[in-house]
């Protein structure tokens, strides 16, 4: 298992914003996040009073951050000096809630790179059921300061 710390020395992701809390399975083709749900998550409040769901885009934003991961690591750009931008969001579906207590199953596979721009697709997973998947594409570009 790589838990936090690892996994922020490799995505740019942090506090609110890294929605992965451990990759259990990680290969230089895919990866297995996970994403504890918790009721104090900054879009509780909002999305919505009373019945948390957490939003559909942050999901999507999870399993990006698990391809992210996968990206940078089996590239060697995990230096900290690399961002990953999306450039495509491709059949996106949603087939059930997310809420907090739910433990996310983020599977993301590799489906094709070439230079710095990858293309992959994932499937969000709780308690066994499809809650999310998207095919989805980021280009890799270098921090300058």
Known sequence: MIGAKEIEAVI??????????????????SAVGIKYVRDDEFWCAGHFPDKPIMPGVLQVEALA??????????????NGKTLGYFTTMDHIKFSHMVVPGDVLELHVELITSKMRLYKFHGTAIVDGKKVAEATFSAVMDSITK
């Open 12 to 29: 740019p992701h942090r506090g609110n914003m890294r929605l992965i809390d451990e990759i259990r399975e990680f290969s230089e083709t």
């Open 65 to 78: 951050q698990t391809a992210c991961f996968i990206a940078l690591k089996s590239a060697h750009m995990d």
